[in-house]
């Protein structure tokens, strides 16, 4: 009898335990910069970024619509959608990857370095990255924050050669997520 109730209970209880689980955010933060030193700053954050993090096994997935990226200069935003990102044929960014060797008990106020690796997907390419992230966690639920370089190359995005040297070969990538149950 006290198996029964036992299992009974485990079955109550265990989509409780993984539901718990989920971290998820729609108001995540990535910004990009590929300024040259003596040009104007190439540069442009979304603020509007979803991700979700499955704590149990640090599973974790990022999605950017690429339009929603906002820079100071509208004419610059205008050439990114239409020239670089060519936004209306690739809409959108994502990540799907893990966190290596994650286990939210241990998380702190105090940043974590972990490691971060996954599959990168832009403008139709999907790359590798590995990074060394900072992750926490808060009231509100883990905080994961960090930057990696891109070549725009890589993802067969075409810089014109009348600003080639206006924007950097290599461009750095910033993200803050606050993700919460």
Same mark, same amino acid.
């Given at each position: 009898m006290?198996?029964?109730?036992? &299992?009974?209970?485990l *079955? *109550?209880?265990?989509?409780?335990? =993984?539901?718990?689980?989920?971290? &998820? !955010?729609?108001?995540?933060?990535l910004? =990009?910069?590929?300024? /040259?030193?003596? =040009?104007?700053?190439?540069?442009?954050?979304?603020? #509007? %970024?979803?991700?979700?993090?499955?704590? #149990?096994?640090?599973?974790?997935? /990022?999605?950017?619509?690429?339009?929603?990226?906002r820079?100071?200069?509208?004419?610059?935003?205008?050439? =990114?959608?239409?020239?670089?990102?060519?936004?209306?044929?690739?809409? +959108?960014?994502?990540?799907?990857g893990? @966190?290596v060797?994650?286990? %939210? !008990?241990k998380?702190?106020?105090?940043?974590?370095?972990?490691?971060?690796k996954?599959?990168? !997907?832009?403008?139709?390419?999907?790359?590798?990255?590995?990074? *060394?992230?900072? %992750? #926490?966690? #808060?009231?509100?639920?883990? @905080? @994961?924050?960090?930057?990696?370089? *891109?070549?725009?190359a890589?993802?067969?995005?075409?810089?014109?050669? /009348?600003v080639?040297? +206006? %924007?950097?070969?290599? /461009?750095?990538?910033?993200?803050?997520?606050?993700?919460?149950?």
């Amino acid at each position: 009898m006290k198996k029964k109730n036992f &299992i009974l209970l485990l *079955v *109550v209880l265990l989509p409780a335990l =993984f539901y718990g689980q989920k971290y &998820i !955010t729609r108001t995540g933060s990535l910004k =990009f910069e590929a300024s /040259v030193p003596a =040009f104007e700053e190439v540069a442009a954050e979304n603020k #509007s %970024v979803s991700a979700a993090l499955n704590a #149990s096994n640090g599973d974790m997935a /990022v999605l950017a619509l690429m339009k929603g990226f906002r820079f100071k200069v509208a004419l610059m935003e205008e050439h =990114f959608n239409e020239s670089y990102a060519e936004t209306d044929k690739y809409p +959108k960014a994502t990540f799907k990857g893990k @966190i290596v060797d994650l286990d %939210v !008990t241990k998380l702190s106020e105090k940043p974590q370095k972990l490691t971060i690796k996954g599959e990168l !997907t832009l403008h139709g390419k999907t790359k590798q990255i590995t990074d *060394v992230a900072n %992750v #926490s966690m #808060s009231k509100e639920g883990v @905080i @994961i924050t960090g930057d990696f370089t *891109v070549k725009p190359a890589d993802f067969d995005i075409k810089i014109p050669r /009348v600003v080639r040297k +206006k %924007v950097a070969d290599t /461009v750095s990538i910033y993200y803050n997520l606050s993700l919460s149950k």
